[in-house]
Every structure is written in structure tokens, then in C-alpha cells.
């Protein structure tokens, strides 16, 4: 497999992105609102006579809505990752790509890396900002920096990663099995569940997802979860019935 | 330049492609004629290695279709303009064709050259900087003929280039592929535009699921007619003709057409029985204006092949 092919074919594809509102709207905003939002929530929390943020409570909240930007992931992954095959299906673009001396590897490559990078720079620049907005608004409440720590540049370096990487390859799967972009988006929308179940998980104190030792156990496991699905993207990848199947 | 053997196609319980055999040599025009269904397409995907055979072997450039090994290879040889054109909309023509150039491993400076020589050739440089999206369907068809041409490929598959064209626009892509044939290149022109493949191509092949004819246009046109049938010969006189005439013309007069001043009259060989019918007719009285051989089109040919090949 050459890289350079799938670099190709990611420089096209950032570009058509970058022409594409919905896209830009999604990536610029979005990230960047949460982290406003969250801030606003626990400035107003914090404020109400009624129910006063205690410092011990903030310190298991801060986390959890962090952890906000691992499922924040999956959905910002979507309207990319689903649009990548069965998008250029739709236009009619995708048999002259095929035509080129290039493998299903390298395409499958290059279209994972154009939805795989803008999001994960939008949801490091807006938890970035989430964190120093929070550590703003909790200096004083706290007495000390919550962020950043040991356990958050987990969340954010590897795990936020791996997991927008699963979320981009099973909408990659999706993409190249539906045959309009709508059905891709619903179903690629769907890859938010798990991630959301183990937020849920840690809420109910399933899991301890302050834990180092579990978010490193659940970085492992969704690893071994993307080079799967970069398998399965493969090996579902049909050129033959992209072409005369799909209508 | 290609192979083909016995090529053949099928979708399930479909046969899209029923064992097609020719062969296309190194700067030969050669179209595929043939109505919408008749597989045309698929034989050009299969030649593209897009989709597999179901049997047969074909060979491009020498390399077997069949072996997976050969595909990156065959795609780099040739070069490809769909049925749709395909193209980026949100991107430049320019941004279009530097794209293709790079995945075909065009060096840089060549990619350059080529996609300044293709848009300037096919009216496109001036526009080279507009999206793609807000050219005309004749523009974006033109843009498409450069993206095939822009790794210089040594085959040039076109799948219906015309189609859908405006007559100007079609014009136009007809002149670029006449210029293209000029430059020696290898083109497989899947068309149903019988004029069009008449004007450039060198061969036709007639596509009804099986692969009815083949031949220059001007020996499928001699095939129909002179092929065991009777050819026609009309004559045009200044006056109607007589009984007399028409008896005198013997034999020939049972396959007489008579219709005002014309004559249309069946013979097998009008080369050497027009003389005979002049003579006759002259010392019968009859004053001749002219003596014309109704020779068959390729129309003529393409409708009685496809309707005897049956299919579709």
C-alpha cells in the first residue's frame, strides 16, 4: 500500500470538504459550543443557593463532561466519514476513481484519514478550550487547576482518537454498503451508542472511567476494535457491485 | 492493444456480454456500436478491470484481465471517460485533472504541461480556475476527455462521449477525438451514434450481447449488400418509360420498380449489369438522365444486424 495515493486522495477530499457548509458549520461550532455550554452550566450551577457544586462533586463532574468530547467523536465523524463512498457513488464520481491505479487500500486509507483529521483537530481545539474555560471557572472553587492531568490527556491524546478512528471506519463500512448518503448517516450515526453506553456505564459506576488503568483497558479495546473494522472496510469494499449494484 | 476471446458477462441469470471476440491495434479507432442494454459498458468496465469476467480472457497491452496482479498495471496503460463524467464539482478544472495526474503518478512537471496542453486543446484554460460544478454539460464532458488524456494513457476507453450533448457540444468532442485519432492514439468508442462512428472510427464492431459484426464501416456496408442479396440500381428518365423498355430489359423486368420517371431494378452485380440496363433502355427509346447504384448505409446494416442478433 502506498501512502502517497492515500495522501492524494485525503488532500482532494479535505478540499471538497472545505466547500461543503454543512461540514464546516459542524466542525467550527459544535466542538467549541459544548465546551461554552458546560462552562455556562457549572457557572449557573455554581451560583444557585439551591444546589452549590460542592469541590468533591466538581471533581468527578469535570471528568465525566470531558468525556463528552469522546462521544462528541462519533457524531462529528459522521456527516464526513458517511459521505466518503457512497457520497462519490451519488455524484458519479467514484468510477473514474476506481479506474486510477489505485487499491482499495489506499482509497479506503485516504478517505478514512480526510474524515479522520479535521475532527479530531476541531474536538482538540474545542476540548482544549472546554478545559481552560473549566479550570477558569473552578480556580477558585477548587483552588487549583483541575486540568490538564494525567487522566485527561488520556482521554483526549488516546482515547479521543481511537474512538473517533472507530467511529470513522464503521461509517467507511456503512458508506460503501448504503447506496444514498441519508441511510449512511443514520445508520454511521448509530457507532455514537457505544461510546455513549460507556459513559452511561461509568454514570451508573459500572466502570470507573477515572481510572487509568480502565480508560487504558478501554483504549486497548477499541483499538483492536479499529484495526478490525479497517479489515472489515476492506474486505467489504466491492468495486464490482458499488458499480452495477447500486443505482 | 487489446485481446479479447470469448469475453463474456453475467449478472446472475443475466447475460450481459456473451462471448465477444475482437481485437483493437495500436492507433486504431475501433467503436462498439450497439443499442442501450446491448453491453457495451460492462464490456468496457471488464476491459478497465472495474468488474470481473465471468469467462473468456481479454489481454490489455498484453497484460490477461484475469490476473489480479495485472490491474493496477492495466489502469495505469489506460485511461477512462464513463458514460457519467463524474467530476468534482466543489473543485477547479484545474484542481480535477492535477488530482487524476497525481493518482496516475504523473510527474509533476509533465502533469503540469499535459493539463495546460489538454484544456488548451479542448477550449478550457480560460476557465481553468472555475469550479467545476458551474460548467456547461458540453464543458464538463470536454473536462472529463482531459482527465482520461491527462497521464497520456496508451489506450483511451470513451463510453459514449456524445450522449446527451447539445449538437455544437458534440461537434466538438467529435473534432477533439478526430484530433486525438490524428495523434495515432489507441480509442475503443462505445457509441450508438452511427454517424458519429462512421466519421472516426476505423473498425466497428456491432454490440448485441453477442458481438454481431465486424468490420470497417465501409465492409459491413459491402457485407449487407453484396453479401448474397440483390443490390439496387436506380434509373432516372426523362420520361416515363414505355412497355417497350421495360420488355426490353428481359429477365430483369420481374424485379422492376417502376415509380414516375424511376426505376429501381434488383441485381446482383450493378457494376457489371448496369451497362446492359443502359444499353437496353437506350435502344428501347428511353433517354436516360442518370443511373445511380442504391448501395446499403450503415444504418441499414446496424438495424438488420441488431434486429437479426435479437437481445438486447
Known amino acids: 500500500m502506498r501512502l502517497s495515493k492515500s495522501r492524494v486522495i485525503a488532500a482532494k477530499d479535505f478540499k471538497t470538504y472545505r466547500k461543503k457548509r454543512n461540514v464546516i458549520y459542524s466542525l467550527a461550532v459544535i466542538p467549541f459550543l459544548v465546551a461554552i455550554l458546560i462552562t455556562a452550566v457549572i457557572l449557573y450551577a455554581g451560583r444557585r443557593s439551591t444546589s452549590r457544586l460542592a469541590p468533591a462533586e466538581l471533581t468527578l463532574l469535570l471528568p465525566a463532561f470531558l468525556f463528552f468530547y469522546v462521544i462528541l467523536a462519533a457524531y462529528l465523524a459522521t456527516p464526513i466519514a458517511s459521505y466518503t463512498i457512497v457520497g462519490e457513488k451519488v455524484e458519479k464520481s467514484l468510477e473514474p476513481l476506481l479506474a486510477t491505479p489505485t487499491t482499495d487500500g489506499e482509497i479506503l486509507l485516504g478517505k478514512g484519514l480526510a474524515a479522520f483529521l479535521p475532527p479530531l483537530a476541531a474536538l482538540w481545539a474545542g476540548s482544549a478550550l472546554f478545559m481552560v474555560l473549566m479550570d477558569l471557572a473552578t480556580r477558585s472553587k477548587l483552588g487549583y487547576y483541575f486540568f490538564p492531568n494525567w487522566d485527561s490527556a488520556l482521554v483526549i491524546l488516546l482515547l479521543l482518537p481511537v474512538a473517533l478512528l472507530m467511529s470513522v471506519e464503521a461509517n467507511v463500512v456503512v458508506s460503501s454498503r448504503v447506496t444514498d448518503v441519508r441511510a449512511g448517516q443514520q445508520l454511521g450515526s448509530l457507532t455514537v451508542i457505544p461510546l455513549a453506553a460507556l459513559y452511561g456505564a461509568g454514570e451508573l459506576n459500572l466502570i470507573d472511567l477515572g481510572d487509568t488503568t480502565n480508560l487504558l483497558a478501554i483504549v486497548a479495546a477499541l483499538a483492536v476494535v479499529d484495526v478490525v473494522l479497517f479489515f472489515l472496510a476492506r474486505a467489504t469494499f466491492r468495486r464490482e457491485e458499488i458499480l452495477t449494484k447500486w443505482r | ?312
Open chain 2, 1 to 312: 492493444m487489446i485481446e479479447a476471446n470469448d469475453l463474456t458477462k453475467r449478472f446472475g441469470g443475466l447475460t450481459a456480454v456473451d462471448s465477444v471476440s475482437f481485437s483493437v491495434g495500436a492507433g486504431e479507432v475501433f467503436g462498439f456500436l450497439g443499442p442501450n442494454g446491448a453491453g457495451k459498458t460492462t464490456t468496457v468496465r471488464m476491459l478497465s478491470c472495474l468488474i470481473s469476467k465471468t469467462s473468456g480472457d481479454a489481454k490489455i497491452g498484453g497484460y490477461d484481465i484475469g490476473d489480479e496482479s495485472n490491474h493496477l498495471k492495466i489502469r495505469k496503460l489506460i485511461g477512462l471517460v464513463p458514460d457519467n463524467v463524474g467530476l468534482y464539482d466543489e473543485l477547479s478544472a484545474y484542481e480535477n485533472l492535477d488530482f487524476y495526474g497525481k493518482l496516475y503518478d504523473c510527474a509533476p512537471a509533465k502533469r503540469k504541461e499535459n493539463i495546460e496542453r489538454f484544456l488548451t486543446m479542448l477550449g478550457l484554460w480560460e476557465k481553468r480556475d472555475a469550479a467545476a460544478g458551474t460548467f456547461s454539460k458540453g464543458m464538463k464532458q470536454k473536462l472529463a476527455i482531459a482527465r482520461a488524456l491527462v497521464h497520456e494513457p496508451e489506450l483511451l476507453f470513451m463510453d459514449e462521449p456524445t450522449a446527451n450533448l447539445d449538437p455544437e457540444s458534440a461537434k466538438t468532442v467529435r473534432d477533439f477525438i478526430l484530433e486525438l485519432k490524428k495523434e495515432k492514439k489507441t480509442i475503443f468508442l462505445n457509441t450508438h451514434n452511427l454517424d458519429e462512428a462512421q466519421r472516426i472510427c476505423d473498425r466497428i464492431g456491432i454490440l448485441n450481447t453477442k458481438l454481431v459484426a465486424t468490420g470497417t464501416p465501409q465492409e459491413l456496408e459491402r457485407a449487407l449488400s453484396g453479401g448474397g442479396g440483390a443490390r439496387q440500381t436506380v434509373v432516372l428518365l426523362q420520361e416515363p418509360p414505355t412497355d417497350a423498355m421495360l420488355a426490353a430489359l428481359g429477365p430483369l423486368s420481374s424485379s422492376v420498380k417502376q415509380e414516375g420517371n424511376r426505376l429501381t431494378i434488383d441485381l446482383k452485380d450493378p457494376e457489371r449489369e448496369n451497362s446492359l440496363v443502359v444499353d437496353a433502355l437506350v435502344k428501347a427509346g428511353g433517354h436516360i438522365q442518370s443511373v445511380t447504384i442504391a448501395s446499403a448505409s450503415l444504418e441499414d446494416v446496424y438495424l438488420k444486424l441488431v434486429r437479426e442478433g435479437g437481445g438486447g
